[in-house]
């Protein structure tokens, strides 16, 4: 009997895959959704203009999602925890985002095409 702690555990890539497609979109909505921020602040603070004072609140859901997003990919790719949480302060910084995405992504779909296929192993 072999003992389970001594070897890795693989990754479903069909999950990491739906995963990865569910981090990239919301990525990109929070990217956007922190620029309309940045112009709601500018226009209230900036301009006492209050035509976008409503969008605050959605985008701290949006976000909250996001974070969900990144840590279920995490979990599944099996990121260190400092990796996780630095790919979640990225949805913080306006334009970020979208650069993290892009290599987040790209590390993501290299490190599934070195994965062994849970076909091959079924």
Not at 50 to 70: E, M, N, R, S
Not at 72 to 83: I, K
């Amino acid at each position: 009997m072999s003992d389970p702690v001594a070897q890795p555990a693989r990754i479903d890539a069909d999950k990491a895959r739906k995963r990865l497609t569910f981090f990239k979109v919301m990525a990109f909505i929070v990217g956007i959704g922190l620029l309309v921020l940045c112009l709601e602040m500018v226009l209230h603070y900036g301009f006492d203009n209050g035509a976008l004072d409503w969008w605050p609140q959605p985008h701290g859901f949006i976000f909250i999602v996001y974070v969900l997003a990144t840590v279920l990919l995490g979990l599944e790719l099996r990121w260190p925890l400092g990796r996780t949480v630095l790919v979640v302060l990225a949805g913080c910084v306006p334009f970020l985002s979208f650069w993290v995405e892009r290599k987040v992504a790209g590390d993501a779909e290299a490190q599934l095409a070195a994965a062994p296929s849970q076909q091959a192993a079924r």
